[in-house]
């Protein structure tokens, strides 16, 4: 007759079976835990520069408001200049007065048009640049922003699979991680 296992026979199994879910639950668990937090260090890391894109196209396009504000004073005050010298002209030559006064201030506003124009110009360019910058960097933050909501939904892939302990779903959570570290990047480069 054969005799079932000892008692201590099985108790010794139980516990090693026991043992071995626990190391092999606790090692699938460890896994998409560490997923999770190094996704969320590199999500915040990249919400951090996406803000300072944000913050830095923010800035530019403001400067270039001013720029282009200082563009309008410009060709205000050329304007008012270039009106003066036509009335000092048709006064001249109404009233036939002193030509070399009148000559002298007709010269002078001469002069103040074309310095104008000149700074016009300067500071259109300025403008330019700046508005250009601000274009870059609002770029750079939307691709931030890709970046760090790619790996938002790949922390939270990762948490799920703590749960369901889904060997696909956290490849997938790894290669979401993936398509955000090069959005990430992508901005840092552009």
Do not use: C
């Not at 590199?42 to 923010?58: F, Y």
């Not at 396009?61 to 410009?74: G, I, L, R």
């Amino acid at each position: 007759m054969e005799e079932g296992p000892e008692p201590q026979e099985w108790v010794e199994k139980t516990v090693e079976h026991h043992n071995e879910e626990v190391e092999h639950g606790h090692s699938a668990r460890l896994l998409p835990a560490f997923t999770a937090a190094v996704l969320a260090v590199l999500a915040a890391l990249g919400s951090l520069l996406s803000g300072d894109a944000a913050n830095r196209a923010l800035v530019a396009q403001t400067k270039a408001a001013d720029e282009w504000a200082f563009y309008q004073a410009k060709s205000t005050k050329q304007h008012v200049a270039e009106t003066g010298r036509t009335v000092l002209e048709t006064t001249a030559e109404l009233l036939k007065a002193e030509p070399k006064q009148v000559k002298e201030q007709i010269d002078r506003l001469q002069k103040e048009v074309e310095r104008d124009q000149k700074d016009k110009e300067e500071i259109r360019h300025r403008a330019e640049d700046l508005e250009a910058q601000s274009e870059r960097m609002f770029h750079k933050h939307h691709r931030f922003a890709t970046g760090v909501a790619a790996l938002q939904v790949s922390i939270v892939l990762a948490s799920i699979t703590m749960l369901t302990r889904s060997r696909g779903l956290l490849w997938v959570s790894h290669a979401g991680g993936v398509v955000g570290l090069v959005f990430v990047f992508l901005g840092l480069i552009g």
